[in-house]
């Protein structure tokens, strides 16, 4: 296998959040290279990048790696060769050689079928999960609690509460079907990830303003299992396994009374008032 450092680098910081520091299995702080594609997961996200390059299967221990290429100019051309139970990377100036699992250890790729699947806003679903993440919880009691909860139909609607507080988003978007899933914490942060590494692919077009102003699309497919999978465009893919459990009635917490009380607040100074008097 051969590709330019620069564009392995990339590769790599893709996959970052999909790669776990610490583990119980170790296997799973390297990444599967094979069959075009390059593969990290930490059991809840399965991330896959498109990389034609990818032409021979092994291991790769990541953070060795990683560390390693930021002292390789970028411009290199690196050479990776698998054999015997070592990897060995090579290039004009320089090579290293580290020691590689076998293939067979790293989870196998789920099989995927899909149910319901749609084409739908990217920058305003995934924004969405990112506003309501921190009301998710932090401990371990009630998983269904420490996720996102997402009620995939028409319209789509965003969930999450720690038993103290809540948050609840209505978003223009639509979905085929009607499914309730909670999605881990780890993976929301992976998926925002993935939409801000991931390069973005503009409609075709003559003029310049549509297609700066175009938001990100991303295709949404559900397996009616416990699978949630999203696709980033041609680059990349993402595999959720999603919490077992039913979340809170979250639309029936919501008082429905006239509230007694209405304030208008500007939202930045009613923010920096909180943060004073709760220090």
């Given at each position: 296998?051969?590709?330019?450092?620069?564009?392995?680098?990339?590769?790599?910081?893709?996959?970052?959040?999909?790669?776990?520091?610490?583990?119980?299995?170790?296997?799973?702080k390297n990444v599967l290279v094979k069959e075009g594609?390059?593969?990290?997961?930490?059991?809840?996200?399965?991330?896959?990048?498109?990389?034609?390059?990818?032409?021979?299967?092994?291991?790769?221990?990541?953070?060795?790696?990683?560390?390693?290429?930021?002292?390789?100019?970028?411009?290199?051309?690196?050479?990776?060769?698998?054999?015997?139970?070592?990897?060995?990377?090579?290039?004009?100036?320089?090579?290293?050689?580290?020691?590689?699992?076998?293939?067979?250890?790293?989870?196998?790729?789920?099989?995927?079928?899909?149910?319901d699947e749609a084409t739908i806003d990217g920058d305003?679903?995934?924004?969405?999960?990112?506003?309501?993440?921190?009301?998710?919880?932090?401990?371990?009691?009630?998983?269904?609690?420490?996720?996102?909860?997402?009620?995939?139909?028409?319209?789509?609607?965003?969930?999450?509460?720690?038993?103290?507080?809540?948050?609840?988003?209505?978003?223009?978007?639509?979905?085929?079907?009607?499914?309730?899933?909670?999605?881990?914490?780890?993976?929301?942060?992976?998926?925002?990830?993935?939409?801000?590494?991931?390069?973005?692919?503009?409609?075709?077009?003559?003029?310049?303003?549509?297609?700066?102003?175009?938001?990100?699309?991303?295709?949404?497919?559900?397996?009616?299992?416990?699978?949630?999978?999203?696709?980033?465009?041609?680059?990349?893919?993402?595999?959720?396994?999603?919490?077992?459990?039913?979340?809170?009635?979250?639309?029936?917490?919501?008082p429905k009374e006239e509230p007694v009380l209405k304030?208008?607040?500007?939202?930045?100074?009613?923010?920096?008032?909180?943060?004073?008097?709760?220090?």
């Amino acid at each position: 296998m051969e590709i330019q450092v620069a564009r392995f680098r990339e590769v790599l910081e893709i996959l970052k959040p999909a790669v776990p520091r610490k583990t119980s299995l170790p296997v799973l702080k390297n990444v599967l290279v094979k069959e075009g594609q390059v593969v990290a997961t930490d059991l809840d996200s399965m991330v896959f990048i498109n990389l034609p390059e990818a032409d021979e299967s092994f291991l790769l221990p990541y953070a060795d790696v990683l560390k390693m290429l930021q002292y390789v100019p970028g411009h290199e051309y690196l050479k990776m060769h698998a054999k015997r139970g070592k990897l060995t990377l090579s290039w004009s100036e320089g090579s290293a050689t580290y020691p590689t699992q076998d293939l067979e250890e790293f989870p196998s790729i789920p099989d995927f079928e899909v149910k319901d699947e749609a084409t739908i806003d990217g920058d305003t679903f995934i924004s969405a999960l990112h506003d309501a993440l921190p009301y998710a919880a932090t401990g371990g009691d009630r998983p269904v609690l420490s996720g996102v909860t997402v009620l995939f139909g028409q319209p789509i609607e965003v969930s999450a509460g720690d038993g103290f507080r809540m948050a609840h988003i209505v978003l223009p978007l639509q979905f085929p079907g009607e499914h309730t899933t909670v999605i881990p914490s780890g993976s929301v942060s992976t998926l925002i990830h993935l939409l801000a590494k991931t390069p973005r692919h503009p409609p075709q077009g003559d003029a310049l303003v549509p297609i700066m102003v175009a938001k990100r699309q991303i295709q949404v497919a559900l397996d009616g299992k416990r699978g949630l999978k999203i696709v980033f465009g041609p680059t990349a893919s993402v595999i959720v396994k999603l919490v077992e459990g039913n979340p809170p009635a979250w639309l029936k917490l919501i008082p429905k009374e006239e509230p007694v009380l209405k304030v208008q607040l500007f939202a930045r100074e009613f923010e920096t008032a909180v943060r004073r008097v709760s220090n």
